[in-house]
Structure formats: C-alpha cells, structure tokens
C-alpha cells in the first residue's frame, strides 16, 4: 500500500492503494467517482476513459503510481469546460445514448478530438472515436453529435 | 556477377576476369600476410576493440545479426508500413483501431499515450517507455501486406541519410546503443495473462557490438534488392 | 383498500407501504386502492379475476409537482424507461417536464400482463404493456378529475385536464399537486375512456430519453456502480471447461493479497467455482490471480468448435425432426440440377458482450435478503435467491437496477449468475457482497447464441420463382429439457422453434417446403442471443432469395414484393417504403454496390438497403436505409435509434474476430482483443431510418433491425465479388 495524492477535477485528493492499482478502480473505488467505466480491463474499449494533462487515457490499465501530478479531469467534472458542456449538450440534444454505459468514455474521448480539431471532418471522428466500443450501436448518433457541438463552438 | 557495393567500391570489381584472378591471388598472400601481423600486433581484445579495419564480410554478418533483431516483434511491430502498429509475437494489427497519426503518435482522443505510459504497467499488461510512438514510415521494415522487407531493403533504409533522421554510422550505433525505446526491447514487460513478452534474439550487448561491427566495416549492405 | 398486508414478510408490499407513509408525511398521491381479488376467487368458485393494475403501484404524484412512474421493464437501452412513461403522461395529461422514470423492483404486479413473468425479452415491453399503461395513466386522471369536480361541485365531465393541470368550468383550476392527497383516497376506476389517436400529445411524437443527461455526466447509476456500506467484491475463479469441478486449491499466495477475506469453493449450476472475496476489486483480482486451483475436468465433454461444425454437416445431411412439412417433399425430383441451388451455411457462437459485465450485489439475513440486479428476468431470478437461500420468493427484496446493454445475457432460464451470488452472500451473512464477471469471466463464461449449421436446396420454376425448398438446421436448443413454461408453447415434436423462425414462418409463397431440425447436445451453454433465430434464418433466407433474385435478373426488391404471401402486409409495406427511400441504389459511384435484406420479428418487419465498397480486404459501408413497418410508432426518435443501433449489432457476426471459438473445451476468446465487435470504421457512415405511417396496435423495435444488416452486406459484397458467403464470421472477402 502507498499514498498518492491525487489531483482530481480541480481537486486535491489522497488515497492509499495498492501501487500497481489501475487508475480507474482508484477513481471508481476510492473517490466514488463510479461515473466512468470498467468495460474490459485491457484498453481495448475506450470505456474507462479520461483526460491526464489534456491527454485522453484509458484509466483501467494505468496504473496509479505512473499518474504522479499529472491533472485528471473524469466525466463528472467536464461539465466544467467549454468544449465538455457543449458534448454533454450535444449528446442530450441529438438523444445519442441508449444504454448510455460506454457514453463516459465517448464524451470524453469526443472532447480530446474538439479540443485539437475544433472542425473534425468524418474521418478525424472515425479516427478519433475509432476505438471506443458501444454496443448499442450509437456511432451514427455520436459522429452528429460530434458535429452539432463542434458548430455551437465554433 | 558484380558486387555493387557503394561504400567500399572493390578493387576486385574493376579488373578483367583473369586479371582478376591473378590480383585475388596476390591480395590474398598479402592480406594473409598481413593478417598474421595483425594478429601477432593486435592480440589483445582491447586492441581488438580499436580497430576500424572491420570487412565488408563480417559487416555483413554483423549486419545479418542486427537485421535478426529489427525484425523481430518486439521491433518490427512499430516499423510498420501501414497506419497502424503491430503487438504481439504474431504480428497481429493492434486492437481497438489504434492508428499511426500525424506523428507517429496515434490521433487526438486515441494517442500512444493514451494507454503507453512513460514505463511498462506489468500489473495491467501495457508496455510503455518514453515517448512511446510509432517509427516513421520511411522507417517502414514491411511491406503493406505486413511482410518483412527483405534484409537489403531494410539496410539500404536505414543508412539512408535522406530518411534515417541524417544518422551517420556513430550516430546509428548510439541509436541502437541509447534510445530508450530501442533499448525497451529487452525489458518489454508483462502482458496481461501475466507472462513475459519475447526478447529479441540477441541480448542488447550482443546488438550494440554487432551494430558496432557492422559500422566499422562501413555499414555495408547485402547484394540484391 | 388493502386492509391488512400480508401476514408473511412481504417485502414488496413494506415497500410500498413505505412509499406511502413517506408520501402521506409529505402529501402526496399513492393511487391507494388494490382490490385483492385473487385470494378469493377460487374458494367462492368464481372465475379468475381480471388482472388489476393498481395506479398506485405505478404512478406516483408529489406534492412538488414531480410525477414519478414506475417502469415494469428493466432499461438495457432499450428506451423503455422513458417509452413507457410517455404512454402512462399522455394518458394522464401530466406536464412531461415533470416526469420521472423508475425501475420496479420485482413484484406480482410488474410481471408482463400477457406473459406473467416479469421480464424484458421478445422486444415485448410496449406491445405488451403499451394497453396496460394508457389505463394507468386514464385511471389515474380520472380518479384527479373526480377529486377537483367534488371540489368544485361541478360534474366531472365539464374538467378538462392539461400538464397537470385540471380546468374547470370559469376559471377554476387545480394542479394534480394540490389534488393528489385527496386523489388517493378515491377508488381506482375499473372502467377507463382512453384517448382516440388524434389526441395524443406525446405518443407518437420523437420524444428524447429521461435518462440523456444523467447518462452524459456520469451520475447515472449502474449496477456495477452500486455502493453499500460494508460491501466486499467476489470474484470467480470458474473451470475452464464447462461443468469442471474443484479438486482442490491452494490460496496461500492468494491470501497474502491485502484486503482479501475469504476463499470458498460454491457450486455452479454445472461444475463448481472458487470464490474470491475481498474489500477492493484489484485486491479479488490479484488473490484470484494467484489462485492455484486443480480442475477434475473428467466425465465431462470437451468441445472443439472445428469438430462441432463438422459434426453438425454431417448431421445435416439427413432429414431431422419435422418442423414444417407443406406441399410434395419430392418435388424437387422434377427439377433440373441446373435449376437448383444447394447452400451450406455455418454460423459461429457469438458472445452478447454487453458494455456492463454480468454483476450484481446480493446481502443475506438468514430470514430475508436483498438483491441489487439488472436482471431481465426478475420475478424468477428473485425466486432463484430465494431457492439457493431456503427462504420464500416474498422474503428477497429484489431491486432492479439499469443495465450497461444485455442483448439476452441477463435473461437466463437457470438463473446461474444470481444463483452464484446468492451462494456466496450466504457464506457471509449481513454482508452486502458484489459478484463482479470480468470481461475475461463474462466472454468464457458460455450462454452463447447457439452455432448452427443450415442445409438448403431450393427448386426453382421456370418463371424465375422458387417452387421447393428444402431446408434441415443443425444446432443446440437452450429451451428443450430446461422445464421453464415456455418449453411446452416453444417445443413441438422435438423442434425448438427458436432455431426455426425466420424459416419456419417465411414471409415468402414457397408451394412446397420441408424443413427439419436437429438439437444434438454440446457442452457449451446456450442462450437468446438478440433477434434469436432470426439471427441466421433470416440470413439463410434473405441470401437464397437474393441468389434467385439475380438468377431471374429481377431488382431484389421488386423480386421480393412478387414473391411475398398475400398477406405478408408489413413486409410488403417496409418493402415499399424501402424502395422509395433507397433511390441511391441506382447512382452509386463506381466499385460500390447495394444489397436488400428484409426481416421480421415478432410482428415487426424490417427491409434495409446498404451500400457497400470493399476498402483493404473489408467491406466498407457508406449508407444504410431502413424502412420498418412496427405498427403504431410510439416514439419515432426512439425507433430510430434502436434501428440504427439494431444494424450495428447485426453487424457482429460479419466482423472478421466476430466468433466464439472452442478448443479442446477452452474458449479461445476472452477479451474485445480476439472477439471484436464492430466499432465505429466498421459501420455505416450514415443510417437514415424511415417509419410505414400505421394506426395498428405497436410492436416492439428492439431486434426487428438486427437480422438485416448482415444479409444485406454480403448480397452486396455478391455484386463486387460474384462471391456468395455463407460461412461466418466473414474472415476473407
């Protein structure tokens, strides 16, 4: 066991885990921040997603004594950025969820691409969101939704 | 047949057949001559060690044994011709349509990074090293259909000076020697089933000396295409 | 009035009453009134009463103007936590800005109306159920309008009611707010006016999902989310054959992980585990992990998908059990060889992989328990607990939570995965414990769709049309033997019809067909997987139709329309509409091409049209149109996300990793690695989805859509490749 100190959507937080404790079971466990996701453990779905300094991250297989200092921002607290509000809207407006489990993931991952490319064209989107796995087939969904946020920010 | 070598144009090259055979002979009792002063003068390893006057033939063994390691997973799986990695000791594509990107470093939302952290993750399965990224295509050692290039290609590749980041002979063996992504190959790491992924066949000494070698005989190239 | 709740231990009824007391202290509307009519109809010899609904357990009103409605339907995605409560607020005139949606825990009132078990499955939820909330829904305005009207001393006729809001006459008004308390000291009505077509203010309209927002900033909560004080996690360490058993283990290293609290052997429904318990889910998996266990995998078969799908072609050589038998068998001998087709086809066991692994939170007090599932099945998954427990189905509290997808996962007729649980919170009274399936446990954990392999040889006429059709399937039945009601309705002479339909009811004029069927037995459990049978039926059909389509060099979908039974109306409908919206199909740019599919299920057709180019050896689709005929629409928007996420799922068993494989009894799959569902490159660019205008009763959409997509494609991919596939997963193109 070890003590990290964790910062957290703005916020500063301790926990003490097993070092080798992947980042997401810290955030879903610990802080009971359960909104994202446990899909497949390996990185192959994209729903444990969330940003480390800016950097969109597969939570469940890093561990969380490589996060160090490093920023995390999770989908409950995205909401707090521009570019964050307007996929949540987007996603509301364009009733892009269904079962919604792998929605955490996709917001996110949807943002990190708004963010370095405020005009995604079809294929930055399909790149972008290429890897995260729904279901329930939402993707034609998504890629509007992508669209109609990027047009309320740009 | 002509040896087109570049580097080391041969004398053996430019003469007529019998001509040839004649300036063989000579060569040879000198070389054979000389040889045996080199080995009574330079007996020592250390002495060895200083010695620039490597053949083309032992850099191209060496080269074969550096050839060996780059194009084993652990190497080749990033020197891809495509737009996307490999991962595995069979060279699969990499799930969840991981993608090369601009810089060799995936696409907003799907980076590298965004799994391939500064060190390997043994407890999760995830190899990682700094600056974990894809070798740029002109560092491509397939083909499209995922196929290794053939050792000549690959060589010619990688002493092109237009495409290998303008690396000189030292300048290749500090690569193999310092790169901490190179150097990542012999501490890959776990994968998730908990097992240890494959080294390449050649320790990393092994493949620095080898590289060593092959730059001091003039990073020669095998014949052919 | 209920006068006195039962004297045994009755959860469901302490909720409820629970619900009241609350309500009452705080004013609000429990519909109160529950005619318990069952106890006493069968000592006075009285025929079986009608099936009450009490608004009560249904529809609650609070004092702040919020209109909570209970759901009977677990919500998989499926939408039917908001379709459900648009149908109930239309009726009622509630102000939909105002309503929300639960689940209902399992309870006698929330089964099915028709199918008596509270379940999700069949995409029955609102055609069976859409009846049933419009009287919840009058019912309960009724019994707000009588309330104002005595109020008022005004008859009841001369109120009127809008967003909850109930107008009178001059300008008198209540909102259902102030009217609730006095409301639920009303009786029910038995006799309801529900609304005529044109007065519908919500049904039929594109309304967006209750759960949207919640589903966007990570509030929504999931079973795999919940959080209870005390509550350890449990991990499986399961055989790697089915029906292994525990020898032995040896937990030493696995103890030494902090955080673990107990190592046990329970059994499984065939087999035995070891459990895994521990206050973290990385400390369950490290100790797992470390786990040493020794398997007796003896006396039990090891199945290997390779022999199987050898076996089964063998199988299918000879005629089966009948399963429809019309016309002359021998027509076929008339028919010129070179007027036939013979098809073999093979499909592979596909895992459901829902997002959310199998999970689910069971506590035990030695005389009662409580459940925490998203279970499909409640009602019998509750009495499963109960059985494991030695207790009644009254004494388990069994909550229904939302679902991360489930396709049929959660929907078994063993009840394995909360039998599981149940054992090992037995283990550890008054302790809330987690069982948690890895993606690892959920993808070798079996309960597959069935693999099937399909022999046909159809005879054609010389006018183009098919005269015979000759038709034996081989695969496992997951009914047959299990003893569930359903058994007796679902197998006849030895035929399971959901391996048969698709076939078995064919939309198409075939004057002479055969179709038989073989279950032969394997030790791989198997499961409803989305769309059933109409998963590899309706490709073997929609394939063989387009090869006589070609053959007769027709349009596919003008082929079909001539081909359809008279009375194949929604077919024919979706057909038509598929055609005028599909006119791309002949301006395709060069290398592209468009294949037709069309599909039922369970009263609902749907035809598709996609276009396809084959990109890096894959085949890539730009465009799929959909045309579906399901009745009265109920939410247009909701349809068409469940058609557009239907085609998606569809598209599974095209993926070049879209397979379950066995060797040597080991599933070979584990992981999203070596089972790749499609991900967005691998679907349509676009997906425009079209409704047949209908007034007639509704039917579900939730698997209409999945049969369609796959057929589709490789008619399509037929036209680039003159290449027929028949064998999935689609490996090469």
Known sequence: MATYELNVNGQRKQVNVDPTTPLLWVLREELKLTGTKYGCGISACGACTVHVAGIATRSCVVPVSLIGDRPIVTIEGIGNDPVGRAVQDAWVEKDVVQCGYCQSGQIMSAVALLKTTARPTDANIEQSLGGNLCRCGTYVRIREAIKRASGQLT | MLLRSRRTGSVFDQAAPNANRILRSVTVILVACGAGLLLMSFASPQARHGDRARTRTEGLVAWQQVYSVLTSPRCINCHTATNYPQQGDDRRRHFANVIRGPEGKGVAGLNCASCHQETNADSTGVPGGHNWHLAPLSMRWQDLNDEPLSSVAVCRAITDQSKNHHLDGPGLLKHHEDEALVRWAWQPGRRPDGTMRTLPPLTHEEFVAATRRWVEAGTPCPPGR | ?733
């Open chain 3, 1 to 733: 009035m209920r006068a006195t709740p039962k004297d045994e231990t009755d959860m469901h009824v302490n909720r409820r009453s629970f619900l009241c007391a609350s309500a009452a202290a705080a004013g609000g509307l429990l519909v109160s009134l529950y005619l318990d009519l069952s106890a006493a109809a069968p000592e006075r010899n009285q025929a079986p009463p009608a099936k009450v609904y009490p608004p009560e357990a249904f529809v609650n009103i609070r004092p702040d103007g919020k209109i909570v409605i209970t759901v009977n339907r677990l919500e998989v995605g499926q939408g039917a936590q908001t379709a459900l409560p648009m149908i109930l607020a239309d009726e009622l005139d509630a102000d939909w800005s105002q309503v929300i949606a639960q689940l209902a825990p399992a309870g006698e009132l929330y089964k099915d109306p028709l199918i008596g078990i509270q379940m999700i499955g069949g995409s029955c939820s609102i055609p069976n159920s859409f009846q049933q909330y419009r009287e919840l829904g009058a019912k309960t305005r009724a019994m707000l309008i009588a309330t104002a009207a005595d109020r008022w001393g005004v008859p009841a006729d001369q109120c009127r009611t809008k967003d909850s809001v109930v107008y009178g006459p001059g300008n008198r008004s209540a909102r259902y707010a102030e009217l609730a308390e006095d409301a639920a000291r009303r009786p029910a009505p038995t006799v309801v006016q529900l609304k005529g077509a044109s007065q519908f203010h919500l049904i039929g309209k594109p309304v967006r999902r209750l759960d949207s927002r919640a589903k966007c900033d990570g509030s929504q909560k999931f079973s795999l989310d919940l959080d209870l004080p005390g509550m350890l996690i449990a991990l499986l360490a399961r055989p790697p054959v089915f029906g292994g058993r525990v020898r032995g283990f040896d937990d030493r290293e696995a103890r030494n992980v902090s955080g673990v609290r107990d190592i046990f052997e329970i059994p499984l429904v065939t087999g035995s585990a070891v459990a895994v318990v521990a206050d973290r889910f990385w400390a369950a998996k490290q100790a797992r992990d470390r786990m040493k266990v020794d398997w007796d995998l003896s006396g039990i078969d090891h199945p290997d998908s390779l022999q199987l799908f050898a076996k089964y072609k063998e199988i299918a050589q000879m005629p089966g059990n009948i399963a429809v038998r019309l016309g002359d068998e021998h027509a076929i001998d008339h028919i010129p060889a070179s007027d036939r087709i013979q098809a073999e086809y093979e499909f592979p066991y596909l895992a459901h992989a829902p997002m959310e692994p199998l999970n689910l939170t069971v506590r035990y007090d030695r005389d009662r328990a409580e459940a925490w599932a998203p279970s499909q099945i409640a009602t019998w998954e509750q009495a499963a607990i109960a059985e494991v427990l030695g207790l009644r189905p009254e004494q388990v509290t069994f909550h229904v939570l939302a679902a991360g997808g489930s396709f049929g996962r959660r929907g078994t007729t063993d009840s394995h995965f909360v039998r599981e649980a149940a054992a090992i919170a037995q283990r550890l009274p008054g302790t809330p414990v987690k069982l948690i399936y890895t993606r690892e446990d959920d993808m070798k954990s079996g309960y597959y769709r069935p693999m099937f392999v399909h022999r046909v040889e159809v005879g054609i006429g010389p006018d183009g049309m098919p005269i015979t059709w000759k038709h034996v399937i081989v695969g496992q039945s997951f009914v047959i033997g299990t003893g569930v009601i359903q058994e007796a309705i679902l197998v006849k002479n030895g035929v399971d019809r959901l391996a048969t339909e698709g076939t078995d009811d064919s939309p198409y004029t075939l004057p002479n067909m055969h179709l038989s069927v073989h279950h032969p037995k394997a030790n791989v459990p198997t499961l409803s997987h989305r769309s059933v049978g109409y998963g590899h039926n309706s490709f073997v059909r929609e394939t063989l139709v387009d090869e006589l389509a070609t053959r007769a060099k027709a349009d596919p979908i003008a082929y079909r329309l001539k081909l359809l039974k008279p009375d194949a109306k929604k077919f024919r409908t979706s057909l038509t509409l598929l055609d005028q919206k599909s006119g791309w199909r002949h301006r395709l740019p060069r290398n592209h091409a468009s294949g037709i599919a069309c599909s039922e299920y369970n009263g609902t057709c749907v035809a598709c049209a996609v276009e396809v180019s084959i990109e890096n050896k894959r085949p890539r689709m730009h465009r799929a149109t959909l045309a579906v005929d399901c009745g009265l629409a109920v939410n247009p928007l909701s349809i068409e996300n469940q058609m557009q996420g239907g085609l998606v799922f569809g598209l599974t068993q095209l993926m070049a990793n879209g397979a379950i494989t066995l060797k040597d009894g080991h599933v070979e799959q584990g992981n999203f690695d070596r089972y790749a569902p499609p991900y967005m490159p691998d679907t349509p660019v676009s997906i425009d989805v079209h409704i047949v205008p209908s007034a007639e009763q509704p039917t579900g959409v939730g698997e209409p859509p999945v049969p369609v997509i796959a057929p589709a494609v490789v008619n399509a991919l037929f036209r680039l490749t003159r290449k027929r596939y028949r064998s999935l997963p689609l490996t090469t193109v």
